[in-house]
């Protein structure tokens, strides 16, 4: 018997009393490759988007201090909807909202399959999934703005989804050449400010939670 669901709008008012001095714990939910396989709606959901080299797995598991995602050798691995449920609370035994982490797309090897999937699945839960409170779109702050991010930000603008983009891999710049790239990104991408990250170092998680307890605080005024 499934635990019972924590309504949206309770869920989403707890989250703004948690994030400061929280102590997370991520768990594992399910692998979805059809919408009849997502988890019932309840609690907010952010979407994590990027390529499949851009590094999501290593920021999922920095932005939790656990490492629950998998970190593959070989890009483009993830082929479902991989969900986890967030907890804020010591003890909780409910979440207070889940992490998705959607396929890669882009990597050459695989980008022709995978993108056949997307209609099946992924347009679904983008389009339709009523508590995705928000997507992180990640980018690589290391290489030129790609065709594929754009095509993905105007999709997610044309569906009216909250997004944030996020650069990747922000300690191998320097400053003044992260800078330089944070405004290439900002222009090419059509996004008025880009949040730099890094996994290794941990520079730029204070502030991405901070993002996402905006997203979730959004879902419950739309």
């Not at 779109?137 to 930000?153: G, Y």
Request: glycine fraction near 6%; charge should be positive.
């Amino acid at each position: 018997m499934s635990e019972p669901a924590l309504s949206l709008s309770k869920g989403v008012s707890v989250i703004k009393n948690l994030y400061e001095k929280m102590k997370i714990h991520c768990k594992f939910l399910i692998s979805a490759a059809d919408p009849g396989h997502f988890p019932p709606p309840g609690v907010p959901e952010i979407a994590f988007l990027g390529r499949s080299n851009v590094g999501k797995s290593s920021l999922l598991n920095s932005l939790v201090g656990e490492k629950t995602a998998h970190v593959s050798s070989t890009p483009g691995r993830t082929r479902t909807i991989n969900f986890f449920e967030i907890y804020l609370r010591a003890k909780s035994a409910l979440p207070d909202l889940r992490f998705a982490d959607l396929p890669g797309y882009g990597y050459a090897k695989l980008s022709k399959s995978i993108s056949a999937e997307w209609p099946k699945f992924i347009d679904p839960y983008l389009t339709e999934r009523e508590n995705l409170a928000g997507c992180i779109v990640l980018v690589d702050s290391n290489i030129p703005p790609q065709p594929s991010d754009l095509q993905l930000i105007d999709f997610l603008r044309s569906a009216q989804r909250n997004l944030l983009v996020v650069a990747t891999k922000a300690d191998r710049l320097s400053g003044n050449k992260l800078s330089s790239s944070l405004r290439t990104l900002s222009q090419e991408l059509q996004i008025e400010a880009v949040l730099p990250y890094s996994a290794k170092t941990g520079a730029g998680k204070e502030q991405l939670w901070k993002e996402i307890k905006k997203l979730t605080s959004q879902i419950a005024e739309d």
